[in-house]
């Protein structure tokens, strides 16, 4: 049982930390394992200094919930630890609980491929307070790693203007799993395909590639190696150009791509993985150009993100389409989305009403948002979106078109009256059980590409985007200041 | 069969590029499948601009190797690949040659826990070409990123200065599996244990944890939320005291302290997660102290790296222990680790001589080093190591102490006559078997404290660290040059 095994055991329940256990059973010990809580995920800053974040991982979220159980086999490992000061660390009666244990949870969340800004809910978690703790890290895990690489494959492919991208990044990703993650998220996020075999078979992505520089390097000549590849691949058929002098390769391509034509095959492609692409693409085009070549695509690949192709294109490269690789995979410069879990609401099982709850850090900045919270798009008669409202359930708020809202921190002057809302959370999960709304990957795709294409371009732009208006509803707004006035007034707990 | 339902399908024969697959159907319809190569594991840079790298993953190839196989499903998988240009991508003889493969190689790697310097071989795979092509991917995967991931621990072990750093980053990590990955290579670095229950069940790796804010949040004050932990976790009670407001937190937990003492227990520890961490931390120490509770002991978290840790200690801060989450599970600033896997030599299956290639790129930089590559390391008589030597198997060289060894590239003026050399790289799979030599991640972890406490603390520092040297025997230094330059006479493959 191991990575290299091909039996990763990722035990859903176990994939977890620690102390979301010893958290358990104190709530078991002291009788609150069924208190309600309401939590929220969400982050504070989009990646990569971008106006938005896309929505991945969530469409996952009903299925972690459906199989998330201890097996006999975890307990039996849990039973074996020891706390530091000794003695066992879980109690019997809680092992057992363990046991049997189901989270019995209501699950919303922002649909994979929808848009996704800072402060709002991209999950929300009802239920038991034990089952809500217990899945924190599982939950954190699937939505953070994804969302922040549909995001990153987003700007990619935004870049990229309509070119292909493919995802190079599996050898550079965090294990085998790692890799596959990458593939679903930055299909989802606009990636054409992937060179992970695995991630075809399981997911159902195309999967691309052709050959490496060892290939060329195999044989005595470069000549001899892209005959011998081209007879082998005939309909698929990409030669790499700079296993040694690019010029070289290009005039050995273009001997190839004749020899092809006579067999009545096409050269599909060619690939540049090194040295100046803008100026090797410009030559290569030409002289494919002038031997009557037009048709051979030209594929790059070495390092690339959004800001270097963006970069090859200002210089007029006529590159066709893009390997991405390392810098999708670890989401270079910013390889993690700071999402959290926080605390939003709270109940007795018996109590009718959520009292909410909030944590008034040192750190102004991370101040939570307390409720059980809903979140509103509003978009103009184009569909475009032109700011989002964050309410709490309790809240009453006009919702329909021709209602004037208010919408505070910050204050937008965008005039709602017109503006058409729609809820933006859908219930992933229902009394534990996936409720199916996830969707599949290629919808979440086009629920992608959709949300971009309306996005405002200057939301949309890399550098100094617009902020995307983001407010809370007037009620939820007093609420807040209210908890916070309070609590510096006591030093206590701002929700008791 | 997914992320999320505790079987990730890591079938480690699909885990790869699809174009290992295009080429090694290429090779085999070229009749070369068995011509020998030997493929050379290396990077370019040390990660994060220090002086050494930890070798991590190497452990785990014999196994890796043994499981490589492709499943009829998979078969099945590729059958149904179709090439963009029309047709099969993959040959029915070539799927029934994939369904009877074994990868039929010898591996040598450095250890884990070893040091490794840029343009050494970290890894050296030698067999049947298409074998040696076959596996490239999953061997990138399983190196690259946990050498980077235990190179970062060991950093950020380094900067606690002996105090214990525990890896708290499963929630931000590439899939369950990612986090696992992240867990074992930390320990290795030298984190002394996990907040990941899974990576404890299977590594056997210590686990750690205790609870979060949400806890405290739980409860109608923070009193009676730090007693019912200490009631449920009497032998393991750490107490989080910035929910609300830290000096407060302190105050509680002082009480809570002296509740334990008079119950017979002890508090262990508090976790400051968030604020100034060394003012919190001075403040807490010393009211502790002021209360007769020197013993309980204070463990700070919130985006730590080596760098923030070096500055507590700079600023006086009391901590004693350590979660480093965030920047140790995706290696900020630097996520990838960009080790590549180039073909170095090459014969036909009847031949007896190595033939050595080398990849001349447009960028110097980027030549490789040609050859079935050995390392030695040189060690002073106190141990110490002095320099390390890439040298050609076929290439005598003078290894017993009492020699006098010239080093070329870069010269190093170190005499090496006196110094004792020992071989790096070790067998690690022998005819397709896994040697068993990997050993144990605790064998690594020792391996690797040694070997750093006896590095030269110039080359160990972080800012501008002395570069270690690395050199080629003269014999293998002439080699690449002759290569060079009749690739640069030619225009054509140097290994022709």
């Known amino acids: 049982?191991?990575?290299?095994?091909?039996?990763?055991?990722?035990?859903?329940?176990?994939?977890?930390?620690?102390?979301?256990?010893t958290m358990a059973q104190g709530f078991w010990e002291e009788g609150m394992a069924s208190n309600r809580a309401c939590?929220?995920?969400?982050?504070?800053?989009?990646?990569?200094?971008?106006?938005?974040?896309?929505?991945?991982?969530?469409?996952?979220?009903?299925?972690?919930?459906?199989?998330?159980?201890?097996?006999?086999?975890?307990?039996?490992?849990?039973?074996t630890l020891q706390a530091p000061g000794g003695g066992p660390m879980f109690k019997e009666g809680f092992l057992d609980y363990l046991a049997g244990f189901e989270p019995d949870l209501d699950i919303w969340a922002v649909r994979e491929g929808d848009l996704v800004f800072p402060r709002e809910p991209l999950v929300r978690v009802e239920g038991p307070i034990i089952a809500c703790q217990l899945i924190e890290t599982a939950l954190l895990n699937l939505v953070n790693f994804q969302t922040l690489i549909a995001t990153k494959a987003a700007r990619v492919v935004q870049a990229a203007e309509g070119h292909v991208v493919s995802d190079f990044g599996l050898r550079r990703a965090q294990g085998p799993d790692g890799g596959l993650t990458v593939a679903r998220a930055s299909y989802i996020g606009g990636c054409a395909s992937t060179s992970n075999v695995l991630a075809g078979k399981v997911y159902?992505?195309?999967?691309?590639?052709?050959?490496?520089?060892?290939?060329?390097?195999?044989?005595?000549?470069?000549?001899?190696?892209?005959?011998?590849?081209?007879?082998?691949?005939?309909?698929?058929?990409?030669?790499?150009?700079?296993?040694?002098?690019?010029?070289?390769?290009?005039?050995?391509?273009?001997?190839?791509?004749?020899?092809?034509?006579?067999?009545?095959?096409?050269?599909?492609?060619?690939?540049?993985?090194?040295?100046?692409?803008?100026?090797?693409?410009?030559?290569?085009?030409?002289?494919?150009?002038?031997?009557?070549?037009?048709?051979?695509?030209i594929s790059a690949s070495n390092d690339l993100d959004e800001y270097t192709i963006q970069s090859l294109f200002a210089q007029g490269a006529p590159i066709d389409s893009f390997g991405v690789g390392t810098k999708l995979a670890t989401a270079d410069p910013q390889p993690s989305l700071g999402g959290v879990y926080k605390l939003s609401a709270y109940r007795a099982e018996d109590d009718e009403a959520w009292t909410p709850t909030m944590k008034v850090s040192e750190m102004a900045y991370k101040r939570t948002i307390p409720g059980v919270q809903r979140l509103v798009r509003y978009r103009d008669v184009e569909g475009v979106p032109v700011g989002d409202v964050i309410l709490d359930d309790a809240h009453v708020m006009p919702e329909k078109a021709g209602h004037a809202v208010d919408v505070l921190d910050p204050v937008t002057e965008y005039d709602f009256s017109r503006a058409v809302p729609e809820d933006v959370l859908v219930s992933m999960v229902r009394n534990g059980r996936d409720?199916?709304?996830?969707?599949?990957?290629?919808?979440?795709?086009?629920?992608?590409?959709?949300?971009?294409?309306?996005?405002?371009?200057?939301?949309?732009?890399?550098?100094?985007?617009?902020?995307?208006?983001?407010?809370?509803?007037?009620?939820?707004?007093?609420?807040?200041?209210?908890?916070?006035?309070?609590?510096?007034?006591r030093g206590g707990n701002p929700a008791a």
Chains 1, 2 share one sequence.
């Open 204 to 297: 159902g992505i195309p999967v691309f590639g052709t050959h490496a520089h060892s290939w060329v390097m195999a044989f005595p000549t470069q000549l001899e190696a892209f005959r011998a590849f081209a007879k082998s691949s005939p309909k698929n058929c990409v030669l790499l150009l700079d296993t040694y002098d690019v010029a070289q390769g290009v005039e050995d391509a273009i001997v190839v791509a004749k020899e092809m034509e006579a067999a009545g095959e096409r050269l599909s492609a060619v690939r540049i993985d090194s040295g100046d692409l803008a100026k090797l693409s410009k030559m290569a085009r030409r002289r494919f150009d002038e031997e009557g070549l037009g048709y051979v695509k």
């Open 435 to 489: 409720t199916g709304e996830g969707g599949t990957i290629a919808e979440a795709r086009d629920r992608c590409r959709t949300a971009l294409r309306y996005l405002d371009p200057a939301t949309r732009r890399f550098l100094n985007p617009q902020f995307y208006p983001v407010g809370l509803e007037p009620g939820l707004a007093d609420l807040r200041q209210r908890l916070a006035r309070e609590e510096r007034e």
């Open 1 to 21: 049982m191991s990575l290299t095994d091909g039996t990763v055991p990722t035990d859903v329940a176990l994939n977890t930390d620690l102390y979301e256990l």
């Open 39 to 79: 939590f929220t995920v969400f982050f504070r800053e989009n990646p990569f200094h971008g106006g938005y974040a896309v929505a991945c991982g969530t469409g996952q979220i009903g299925e972690m919930v459906e199989n998330f159980r201890f097996t006999e086999d975890s307990i039996a490992y849990l039973r």
